[in-house]
């Protein structure tokens, strides 16, 4: 953490910038450490969801083992989170396969052809390494779309994820430990009944042959409306189905769910045929690329209730070059005015592991607020970190 001489408040940092909230951030890790203990079933982070390291401190309390789908998410984990890494790649390369085998605990393949190839070096591996024995895992399609947006959905008709059943051997090839399928992306509980179901009717048959079982990510157990209850009875229930099986999951968002926000300014509000945009001193397309990929409109803790038909209508335009970097409308009671600051709520989890520097804009800082005390900054972006990019 910075030691600099830092603001009293919050809002005597200068905009833009992301803040973190470490007892929200707490909340979460408590609820997801009470799902893991009462429906024995391990629950470790994706980092594709979060990568900011200096808030691993506080994660590593609670969960430190992690998910990586890149060397260097599984050396960060290795750096600053723990030596538990569950690796997923779509596919792998002979040069940098070694690194995986040295770093990960677990290995899963998406495809048949890959564990073919790879497995004899994971063989050869485990028996030079027998107090560090990898495990190798095979990730399949149950093609049950519970996502309406496809390019979040891994089971929409033509997915390059995971081999469909009709594609196995009666036989599980020697050496093939665990099943993983990632079929949800900020799901219910009941998405995942679904999901289950499906696996189970498809992939049943393999179950006795394996030992454990990977249900991927994108269980939003920390939304507030998300019934854990009946998640935990479900696993439960799955458990009692398949008592041999170790029961794994790794949710990326709901470790990070509505624990941080961006705060911008306006810096000038222009109107054409007849719609209002205020400018900010951030960018949707650099610091929230969610909101265009999805895409989504996020809540901005100044702005009406969204079913509000009072006040005055506005688009948030970001201060790129982009022509569609801009997203809206919201409602506001009062006119907006440069100078006026807005929250925009929820972004912590997918925005800064997917920042960029389109534009050369500057990154915003990110702060961390700890339970008690000053805001601290973990990070501030200069030009040099633009120039790097390019060396």
Request: a negative charge.
């Amino acid at each position: 953490m910075d030691n600099t001489p830092r603001p009293a408040s919050i809002d005597e940092i200068p905009t833009p910038f992301y803040i973190v909230y470490e007892d929200k951030l707490r909340r979460n890790l408590e609820t997801i450490t009470r799902v893991a203990r009462e429906a024995d079933v391990k629950i470790i982070m994706a980092f594709k969801a979060n990568a900011l390291w200096k808030t691993f401190p506080v994660i590593r309390e609670y969960v430190s083992a992690s998910t990586a789908s890149s060397l260097n998410e599984m050396r960060l984990s290795l750096k600053h989170l723990g030596n538990e890494v569950h690796t997923y790649c779509p596919v792998y390369i002979e040069d940098t396969f070694g690194e995986f085998l040295e770093g990960s605990s677990h290995i899963t393949f998406n495809s048949l052809a890959q564990f073919r190839k790879f497995h004899p070096r994971m063989e050869a591996y485990n028996r030079e390494h027998p107090e560090k024995k990898v495990s190798a895992g095979l990730r399949v399609n149950p093609r049950c779309s519970v996502i309406e947006t496809d390019i979040y959905n891994p089971c929409v008709p033509g997915s390059r994820f995971g081999e469909v059943s009709e594609n196995l051997p009666d036989r599980l090839p020697e050496g093939l430990e665990g099943l993983h399928f990632h079929a949800l992306c900020e799901s219910s509980s009941h998405d995942l009944a679904k999901v289950l179901e499906a696996f189970e009717t498809q992939y049943g048959k393999w179950l006795p042959q394996v030992k454990w079982l990977n249900m991927g990510g994108g269980h939003l157990m920390t939304r507030a409306d998300y019934d854990t209850k009946h998640l935990i009875s479900l696993l439960r229930d799955f458990h009692r189905r398949h008592p041999h099986l170790k029961l794994i999951m790794e949710p990326g968002s709901a470790f990070t769910w509505q624990t941080g926000d961006l705060v911008t300014t306006v810096l000038d509000v222009v109107s054409d045929s007849g719609i209002s945009t205020a400018i900010i001193d951030a960018s949707f397309a650099c610091h929230m690329p969610d909101c265009l990929e999805m895409p989504y409109k996020p809540a901005i803790a100044e702005a009406l209730p969204d079913e509000s038909m009072e006040g005055l209508p506005y688009r948030l335009g970001g201060n790129s070059c982009l022509s569609g970097d801009y997203t809206g409308d919201w409602r506001f009671a009062k006119p907006l005015a440069e100078g006026q600051r807005l929250t925009l709520l929820d972004m912590n989890h997918y925005t800064t592991v997917k920042t960029t520097m389109f534009n050369g804009l500057q990154h915003p800082d990110i702060w961390w607020q700890p339970s008690e005390g000053a805001p601290q900054l973990l990070r501030r972006y200069s030009f040099e970190d633009y120039e790097s990019r390019m060396d």
